[in-house]
Structure formats: C-alpha cells, structure tokens
C-alpha cells in the first residue's frame, strides 16, 4: 500500500496557483519526498524530491512541513498542459527502485 | 527527455503465445525496471535491473521473465502469455537505485492486447 495520501481530485483554473497537499506522517528521516505527474497515456514524469528543505525547480516548488509528515507541490502558473494524474512517493535507500504509485490526484486545470 | 525508447508500442498477441518486450536507452543508466499499469492498480513494479545480468523481482513478476546482457537494453518477456497480462507496460531508469537522488525516467509504454 502506498504510504502517502493524496485528495483523489482537484480543479485550478488557467494561470492560477496549484497547490496540490501529500500526507506522509509516517516517513523515515532517510527518506525523500518525490513527485510525479503522468499525462494521460503517457509514461509518468519526474518533477521534483526533497527531504527536508523546500526545493524548487523550473516546473514546480515542493514545501515540505517542519515535522516531515507532509508537503505540497505548488505549479505557479498552472496551463491546461499541467492536467493529469500527479503522484506523491516517500522513497529512500533500501527500496531499489521500489516505487509505490498511489492513486494519486487527478488536476483538472479549466480555461 | 531522458533517452528511452520501448518496442513495440502496441502489441495484440494470441493466449499462450511468447512476447517480449524491449527497452532502449542511451542514458548508461545502471538500474532499469519494468511496471506495468492496470486500472485501479497504478503502476506496479514488476522485475528490475541494477546491473548487467543482476536483476530481482518486484511485486507482480508471476508469468514473467527478464534479461540484461547490455547496459542499454532490458528486456521482458512473457512465457506463455494470458488474458490478464493484457496491461500497458513502462520501463523505467535510474542512475542509482540504493543512493539519492532516486529519480526514475520513464518510457512512452507498451499497451500490450492480449485475447
């Protein structure tokens, strides 16, 4: 079973913000926080990971909580290209590639 | 995008028939997988590579079999195939499995009929 959870569903209009949350209160100090999207048909897409810090990259900005037991992904300027399936994994050494997809939540970005 | 190709695309293929699947990359990434996706399973691990000729299993490896002779090149196969291997499947890679950063890049997929 996945060990994060996620809202099954979530709207956010064209150009706004998209702050997608993850529970994790049961993660291990050695383990990150990965996200990834999958577009419909497509194979899932790597955006960001963190441990402990709030990261950001070119696609996303990952806030991760004081205690670690949750995050959110935020898409600054959501477009109707960010709608999809999007995936939040605890994941650290000892896993060997042991990715465990939840079902994750369904963006619907509308014009 | 991370230099992974998957073939064939589609396949429709016959019960009890052999299949193998191949996955190519360019990245000399150590560590390759293959999952498979099923509707209300997400993805699911099913055989992984950490090495030529090192490979394990995941959790759905029943009915299916792996090869590793190359870096590049992963490949699966399914012995006898079956109605319920009808899925679509990702490979995937890493450049490292047991030490961050973790990141996997994933192929386009396979959709694999099988009737």
């Known amino acids: 079973d996945a060990k994060t959870t996620q809202p099954t569903s979530m709207d956010c209009a064209e150009g706004r913000a998209a702050n997608l949350p993850c529970n994790h209160s049961?993660?291990?100090?050695?383990?990150?926080v990965y996200w990834y999207r999958q577009i419909h048909s497509q194979g899932p897409q790597y955006i960001i990971h963190?441990?402990?810090n709030n990261e950001t990259n070119e696609m996303a900005s990952l806030i991760i909580t004081e205690d670690r037991k949750s995050s959110t992904l935020i898409l600054p300027h959501a477009t109707l290209r960010d709608t999809a399936v999007y995936y939040c994994i605890s994941y650290g050494s000892g896993n060997t590639g042991k990715l465990i997809f939840g079902q994750g939540t369904t963006l619907q970005v509308k014009p | 995008d991370a230099g992974i190709t998957q073939s064939p695309r589609h396949k429709v293929t016959e019960t009890g028939t052999p299949v193998t699947l191949r996955c190519h990359q360019t990245e000399n990434h150590r560590y390759m997988y293959w999952y498979r996706q099923d509707p209300g399973h997400g993805l699911r691990l099913i055989h992984y590579s950490y090495g030529v000729k090192d490979t394990d299993k995941g959790e759905v490896s029943d009915g299916y079999s792996v090869s590793r002779s190359k870096t590049e090149d992963f490949l699966l196969t399914l012995e006898s195939a079956t109605s319920s291997q009808t899925s679509v499947y990702f490979c995937?890679?890493?450049?490292?499995?047991?030490?961050?950063?973790?990141?996997?890049?994933f192929g386009p997929g396979t959709r694999l009929t099988v009737t």
């Open positions: 963190g441990l402990k």
């Open positions: 995937a890679i890493s450049e490292s499995g047991d030490r961050a950063p973790y990141e996997q890049y």
């Open positions: 049961t993660i291990s100090g050695n383990e990150y």
